[in-house]
C-alpha cells in the first residue's frame, strides 16, 4: 500500500503510477503510466522524472477518477494522436482509432495514383492543378487533415469535410488551426461545410470531385448495446446505421455514401470508404450495381476487410 503523501508535497513517480493503477484496477497500470506521462507533458519515449509537482499529481489523480467511471482516455486529456497528427478530440466528435488510420493510407494510395494520372492538368473546372478531395462525415477533421499534410499543397489544390453536426465542425475547425502551423509549407486549402454527406457541396464540384473517403456509421442497434461502456460515451450518430437495401446490418451510411459519391466524382476519380468487416462483400455489390469500374475491400492491420475502394475510369 503506497504511505500517504501530505498535502503540497512532490510525489515518486512510482508511488503516483501505483496509486493510479489501484484507482483504475490492476489491469489498468499502462493507463495510469499515460496519465503520469500527460501531466507531466513527457510524450512517447520520453524519460519520465523521479518526482510529480504535487499540482500535477492532483491532476493525474482527478484524471484516473474520470477514467474509473469510464470516460475514454482521449476525452479526458483532449487530445490523442492520429497518425502523424496531434488532433483535439472531446465528446463531440468520434476518437480516432488505428482502422481508420489504415484506411488514410489506402486513400493516399489513391489520390497519388490520381495524381499520376493526370499528369499536372487541372480538374477541369478551370481553378488550376491539384485534386480535390472530400472527407465525407469528418467529425474530428481527422481524415481531411490526414490527407492534406500528407499530400500537401503539390497534390491537393482542396479538401472539403462535410458534418451534420455543429459541434463536430467545431472541433474539426479548432484542428485545422492547429495543424496549419505545424506541417511544412503549410496545409492546401481545407473547407468544412456542415451538411449530410456531400449534399453541403457547391454546384461546381460536380463531377469535378477526385477523391471521396469517409469513415460513416457502420455499428448496427444490436452491437451498439453491446458495446463498452466507454464507446458508447461516443456520439451516437457517428457510429449506429440503419441497414442496407437488401437488409445488410449497418450498411445504410456505406451505401448513402457511395449513392451521392456518383453525383460528384468525375473520371477517373475515386471512394474509399471504411465499413465493418461482415459488409465487405454487400459494399462491392452495392458498388457495382451503381456502376463502378472498378471495386475492392483493403485489409485493416489485423488483416480483417475494412476499407472499401470503388473506382471510376477515366471514359464512359
Not at 482521449?74 to 497518425?83: D, N, T
Amino acid at each position: 500500500m503506497t504511505a500517504p503523501v501530505r498535502a503540497g508535497a512532490d510525489l515518486a513517480t512510482r508511488a503516483l503510477v501505483e496509486e493510479l493503477t489501484a484507482v483504475l484496477g490492476g489491469a489498468a497500470r499502462h493507463e495510469a503510466r499515460f496519465i503520469v506521462d500527460e501531466v507531466l507533458g513527457a510524450g512517447p519515449g520520453a524519460t519520465r522524472p523521479d518526482t510529480v509537482p504535487a499540482a500535477a499529481a492532483a491532476a493525474a489523480r482527478t484524471m484516473a477518477a474520470r477514467r474509473a467511471a469510464g470516460e475514454p482516455l482521449q476525452y479526458i486529456f483532449g487530445h490523442w494522436p492520429f497518425r502523424d497528427l496531434d488532433l483535439r478530440v472531446d465528446a463531440r466528435v468520434l476518437i480516432p482509432r488505428p482502422e481508420t488510420e489504415q484506411v488514410v493510407e489506402v486513400a493516399l494510395g489513391e489520390a497519388r495514383r490520381l495524381a499520376a494520372a493526370a499528369a499536372g492538368a487541372g480538374p477541369g473546372d478551370g481553378a488550376g492543378p491539384g485534386l480535390v478531395a472530400v472527407d465525407a462525415g469528418t467529425g474530428s477533421g481527422a481524415i481531411a487533415l490526414a490527407l492534406a499534410s500528407a499530400l500537401g499543397a503539390g497534390v491537393l489544390r482542396q479538401v472539403w469535410a462535410t458534418d451534420r453536426s455543429a459541434g463536430a465542425l467545431e472541433v474539426a475547425a479548432a484542428n485545422v488551426q492547429v495543424c496549419s502551423p505545424m506541417v511544412a509549407g503549410g496545409l492546401p486549402d481545407i473547407e468544412l461545410v456542415r451538411g449530410s454527406w456531400l449534399a453541403p457541396l457547391p454546384e461546381r464540384l460536380r463531377g469535378h470531385v477526385d477523391l471521396v473517403v469517409s469513415n460513416p456509421p457502420y455499428v448496427t442497434e444490436e452491437e451498439w448495446a453491446g458495446l463498452d461502456r466507454e464507446v458508447r460515451t461516443e456520439p451516437r450518430q457517428a457510429l449506429v446505421a440503419g441497414p442496407g437495401r437488401t437488409g445488410v446490418p449497418g450498411l445504410a451510411d456505406v451505401e448513402a455514401v457511395l449513392e451521392e459519391a456518383l453525383l460528384w466524382v468525375g473520371r477517373p476519380g475515386a471512394v474509399v470508404i471504411e465499413l465493418a468487416p461482415h459488409q465487405a462483400d454487400a459494399a462491392q455489390d452495392r458498388a457495382r450495381q451503381l456502376g463502378y469500374d472498378e471495386v475492392r475491400v483493403e485489409p485493416d492491420l489485423a488483416g480483417r476487410p475494412r476499407a472499401l475502394v470503388a473506382r471510376r475510369s477515366g471514359s464512359e
